[in-house]
């Protein structure tokens, strides 16, 4: 696929159904909101952000063994298919260490079913319309890395 086609596959893909990759395993609840700021502020300092995004890395170069992806930082204006698990994991890092809002990562299944997004700006990853298939890897693999799958729909129900 080119380019053009995987990018207007990412751009339809933000119109699905999503899930998370979290710290969290649930939303904070409402009596624990200054909690949840406090530890926000906490995993955003440049180090411990630096480790989460290093971990959302290593989620997704285990992930790459089961399912072929394409991977954009659209500040570089270019995919790139299955990436070495280096460069993979420094585009992660300059994600983590530029200003916030200048830097995200896309990551498409192969066929541009699903995809896997981080924002500077987040502490979670978002994983838009995940196949069934996709779920039962990506549960595991995030749990390796000490974080959690879940859905947001799900979470607030179980409030």
């Known amino acids: 696929m080119d380019d053009e086609k995987l990018t207007e596959l990412a751009e339809e893909l933000f119109e699905k159904d999503y ?3 979290d710290f969290l395993p649930k939303v904070a609840p409402g ?9 926000e502020r906490y995993f955003m300092e440049p180090h411990r952000l630096r480790e989460l995004y290093e971990r959302f890395a290593r989620i997704v170069i285990k992930l790459n063994c089961y399912v072929g992806i394409f991977v954009s930082r659209p500040a ?3 995919w790139v298919r299955d990436p070495d698990p280096e460069q993979l994991t420094q585009w992660f890092l300059h994600c983590a260490s530029r200003r916030r809002g200048e830097d995200h990562i896309e990551v498409l299944t192969n066929d541009g079913g699903s995809m ?5 700006d987040d502490l979670y990853m978002t994983v838009y319309s995940p196949t069934k298939k996709l779920l039962d890897l990506a549960g595991p693999l995030t749990l390796s890395e000490g974080l959690f799958l879940r ?3 799900r979470a607030k129900e179980d409030g």
């Open 76 to 78: 570089a204006g270019a």
């Open 151 to 153: 859905c947001p729909e």
């Open 19 to 21: 899930w998370l990759i």
């Open 31 to 39: 009596d624990g909101i200054g909690k949840y700021f406090a530890a």
């Open 116 to 120: 896997l997004t981080l924002s500077r």
